[in-house]
């Protein structure tokens, strides 16, 4: 049968559409879990205050952000991975509804500090368009593939992370393995053909030209994926357990929409206290050069790092590195609203075709990342909400490697959607 639901008419049209059965109840959240959310607690209090102390103001503010980011991102479970999965394998796509309006949110606030030049802590906001060749359209499907078989996006490894999911971690070694192999291998990529330059709207058609076309596009995404949810009548997502009333802003499931504001907002606050927008994959080649440093190798001789800004960021503390801090940010405030919420939980054992899976999707997220410019995040959300042509290619080549990334996954005992689910 086909359900629809009583939200309001801006929810009903990004995230209602026909499906194959009702969704099921949310179940309550389980117990706090004091001892995570008291390390947790006192570890992002006594970071931020250490940051703020040492490095400054700048460096402070952009920790808090990503702790905040870190509670968003695992309240409303705001990921890229199950919407694109979802999307493709069953045609559900609600989750790919609710990234327009993160997108869309996000394109307006930064079109407001970009076209103002307004910034904190003497930043001035400096957006560029990402070059446009073979290594993005190469990157973003590998990216793709990684992050199907990996379980997790950039942005959804640092949460999960953060919440305590093993298998994860192992995704996130990966993803630093691959992001230094990389870094080593740079020569062979760095002559691929592309446009260096990129292309940004706004240098054609300014900022708020720029913005309404980034917007009507937006709603062309909504408006297709309505039609697709409509023809195919997939399964349901899954219902989150949730606390209920006032207790549900610290410890429940927050609507999809509310979580794709609230991270829109934080994605500007990036852009207005640092000057460039939000990334994630940078951090993760710079913490594993600098571990290869503590084991005596010197990664500062591979061309990689003999730029002037990659050569002073592996010089400088993480602590002045503004990916490292919103992802240590990230992971830390995704410790917080998992253990608040009882879900922060370790497991003992997992299927080895599934740690394979894991870590293989790592290394591939880490190459496609730094081949692409990027990540979900700093390639595509950030592309998209600053109006760079290449935001909106990285999509479509991540779409294509997330149809082979699902092709890939029973290789490796990883189940997909069907329309016959109860839930997808």
Not at 19 to 45: D, F
Not at 165 to 189: C, D, E, K, N
Not at 309 to 332: E, Q, R
Not at 401 to 407: C, M, P, S
């Amino acid at each position: 049968m086909s359900t629809t639901d009583d939200r309001p008419a801006a929810g009903n049209f990004l995230l209602s559409s026909p499906t194959s059965c009702a969704a099921p109840l949310p179940a309550p959240e389980e117990r706090v879990k004091v001892v995570p959310l008291v390390i947790a607690g006192v570890l992002a209090i006594g970071l931020s205050w250490y940051v703020w102390a040492a490095y400054g103001a700048k460096f402070g503010a952009l920790l808090v952000i990503g702790l905040f980011l870190g509670l968003a991102l695992f309240h409303a479970r705001f990921g890229f991975t199950s919407a694109w999965r979802q999307l493709v394998a069953v045609g559900n796509g609600q989750g790919v509804r609710a990234h327009s309006l993160l997108l869309g949110t996000a394109a307006t606030l930064i079109a407001l500090i970009a076209s103002t030049g307004i910034g904190l802590f003497g930043a001035t906001p400096k957006i560029t368009a990402s070059p446009i060749g073979l290594g993005l359209f190469a990157g973003a499907a590998i990216f793709a593939i990684g992050m199907q078989l990996g379980g997790s996006c950039a942005s959804g490894t640092l949460f999960a992370v953060g919440s305590g999911q093993s298998t994860i971690v192992l995704t996130l070694g990966g993803f630093i393995a691959g992001s230094v192999l990389f870094t080593w291998a740079y020569p062979i990529f760095q002559n691929w053909p592309q446009i260096s330059s990129g292309i940004l709207l706004s240098n054609y058609v300014g900022w708020w030209g720029s913005w309404a076309i980034t917007i009507g596009a937006l709603l062309l995404v909504v408006l297709v994926t309505r039609l697709v949810q409509a023809r195919r009548n997939p399964p349901p997502t899954d219902a989150v357990p949730t606390a209920h009333g006032f207790a549900r802003v610290f410890r429940g499931s927050w609507p999809l929409l509310v979580g794709a504001v609230v991270i829109a907002v934080l994605a500007a606050a990036v852009v207005l206290v640092s000057g460039g927008t939000w990334g994630v994959t940078f951090a993760f080649a710079l913490w594993g050069a600098k571990l290869l440093q503590l084991l005596g190798l010197h990664p500062e001789t591979w061309e990689f790092w003999q730029s002037a800004s990659n050569a002073k960021s592996l010089a400088s503390p993480i602590w002045t590195d503004k990916t490292s801090l919103t992802d240590i940010g990230v992971m830390i405030g995704a410790a917080v609203a998992a253990a608040a919420a009882g879900a922060w939980k370790i497991h003992s054992e997992i299927p080895w075709r599934t740690a394979v899976a894991a870590v293989l999707g790592g290394i591939l997220m880490g190459i496609g990342a730094r081949l692409a410019g990027g990540c979900n995040i700093g390639a595509y959300l950030a592309g998209v909400s600053t109006g760079s042509l290449s935001g909106w290619l990285w999509g479509i080549f991540a779409l294509a490697g997330t149809w082979v990334g699902l092709k890939l996954r029973p290789l490796f005992g990883l189940a997909n959607p069907i329309r016959t689910d109860s839930i997808c």
